[in-house]
């Protein structure tokens, strides 16, 4: 692969830390959930930076599937991310799930399946992540 774009990043202090970019037009303070142990301070964390990408990966991904197919995706059509992280099951450190929910007002089911079908293969999240973690693709 001879990548088009290069993002850059950096961070500092972990999960309770900062991470912005190396162009400066993303700056954010990290907090640990509570639920993995931390304060729930006001920051973010990866899991959130993870869901963010990953919907707009998909709905991206899921446009450029329907230009092919000649099919109009509406402006209001969305991807809701869900990635959860906890222990994996062989206890030799943490895992992630991603579930993501697409909303195609207007359009039938079936194109609607058929173009998330083929968004993830497409999907360069959805590549990255098939067989690593558990994924779930439905219609909301």
Known sequence: MKPLYHAR?????GRTGHAETSDGRLKLDLSTPKELGGDGG?????EQLFALGYSACFLGALKYVA????VKIPEDASVHAEIGIGPRDDGTGFGISAHLTVTIP????ATAEDLIHKAEIVCPYAH????????KFALG
């Open 106 to 109: 207007g359009m039938d089911r």
């Open 67 to 70: 230009g092919q197919a000649k």
């Open 42 to 46: 006001l920051g973010t964390n990866p």
């Open 128 to 135: 990255a992540t098939r067989g690593n973690i558990e994924s």
């Open 9 to 13: 990043g950096h961070a500092t202090g």
